[in-house]
């Protein structure tokens, strides 16, 4: 029997409430597939401050790197952010990315049929699409020093420094390309290479890997169009490679193609241990009410079996339950329109765990 230990690590905000469903659908699939699942919690972001006084501590550490995968609710919220820069929650998460050297951020952007109705834009606008944005994770403006708040003079300066090296270019650049050889075989490369010069060697080292991927088509898009391009006509994109900040920016914005920010799931790989995560933060606003959608959590869990324990057909499974609940007519508030089947957070996680079951 295969058997794979899982760090989940629910964070703040919907964190946990998000988790617990994930956890709902991991034992679904584990009786379903006969895996043994073993989970461990860690602390991490404010909810690791509040326990140890920091937010990523050793003992989180410790269990990541020994774990198979890690499953991440989100971190942050207005409690935490008057605390000092260096200890708040989203460098916690910031941190767990590059000590799991987890460079390639996977964040597909599939519009369920069902959900047409969900989003504010035109039918024939989104029907059928389908982007897979990949964000480079660990460098660029988040990481790149020299960074902080500094005085000059008689004022003080912000400072943040947008920098890559030719390997971290290349090496995302290989995997976008490796993507869109397993899908429509286009790459879209977002940068800014107008005005910043750390995208004018983007561009050149993506230009470079392409001579190995031929077969690929490849483009160039400054971010500016892009964030409108994707509005605009988001099916002229198959597979998006983009730095860091960009890439954080266009797949918010890919998701409400597909209905709600609550939708899109993520894997971040690269390293030996992958991390997956909802793309959207701990959403304060609405903590604790169990109206989350824990649909981009649990999908998250799917890209894990595919990424982390080479099992696509969970993935599979996980998505058609997914797509027969949906079908139902059950819906969250966020992807709820007239006619619909309004359900909590923790009714959708029991409903797309009763429907693997079910397969
Ligand atoms: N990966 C992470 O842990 C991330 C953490 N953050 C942190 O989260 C906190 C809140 O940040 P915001 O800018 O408000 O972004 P957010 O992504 O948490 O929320 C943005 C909006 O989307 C809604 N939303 C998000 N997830 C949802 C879900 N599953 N179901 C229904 N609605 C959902 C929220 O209610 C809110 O109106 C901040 O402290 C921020 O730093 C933000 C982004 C990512
Ligand atoms: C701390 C931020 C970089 C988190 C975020 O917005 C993201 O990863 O999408
Ligand atoms: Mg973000």
């Not at 461990?40 to 501590?57: S, T």
């Amino acid at each position: 029997m295969k058997e794979f230990k899982i760090a989940v690590l629910p964070g703040d905000g919907i964190g946990p409430e998000i988790v617990k469903q994930a956890v709902k659908v991991m034992d679904a699939v584990s009786e379903k597939f006969d895996i043994k699942l073993k989970y461990e919690y860690g602390l991490i972001g404010g909810a690791a401050i509040d326990e140890c006084g920091v937010p990523f501590p050793e003992e989180t550490k410790e269990l990541i790197l020994s774990s198979d995968a890690v499953l991440l609710g989100a971190v942050g919220g207005p409690k935490w952010d008057n605390l000092p820069f260096e200890i708040r929650p989203e460098r916690a998460l910031l941190g767990m990315r590059k000590l799991l050297n987890a460079f390639a951020n996977l964040r597909p952007a599939k519009l369920y049929d069902e959900l047409i109705d969900a989003s504010t834009l035109k039918p024939e606008v989104i029907k059928g699409v389908d982007i897979m944005v990949i964000r480079e994770l660990t460098s660029g403006i988040y990481f790149g020093i020299p960074k902080g708040i500094f005085v000059d003079g008689e004022e003080r300066v912000g400072i943040n420094t947008m920098r890559y090296y030719e390997h971290e270019v290349e090496r995302i650049a290989r995997v976008a390309f490796e993507v869109a050889r397993k899908r429509r075989k286009k790459v879209t490369s977002v940068d800014k290479a107008n005005v910043l010069e750390a995208t004018v060697l983007w561009r050149e080292v993506v230009e470079k890997v392409h001579e190995d991927y031929q077969d690929v088509e490849l483009n160039h898009m400054y971010v500016d169009n892009a964030a409108m391009q994707i509005i605009r006509w988001p099916k002229q994109f198959d597979v998006i490679v983009t730095t860091n900040m960009f890439g954080d920016i266009l797949s918010d914005a890919c998701a409400m193609l597909t209905g709600s920010l609550g939708m899109l799931p993520s894997a971040s790989i690269g390293g030996k241990i992958g991390l997956y995560e909802p793309i959207h933060g701990s959403a304060p606003d609405i903590a604790g009410q169990n109206i989350a959608n824990p649909i981009a959590t649990i999908n998250s869990v799917g890209m894990m079996f595919t990424y982390s324990f080479d099992m696509p057909e969970v993935e599979e499974a996980i998505d058609t339950a997914v797509r027969r609940v949906l079908a139902k007519g059950y819906r969250t508030r966020d992807i709820y329109s007239e006619g619909k089947k309004l359900v909590s957070t923790e009714e959708m996680g029991d409903l797309i765990a009763e429907e693997i079951k079910n397969l």
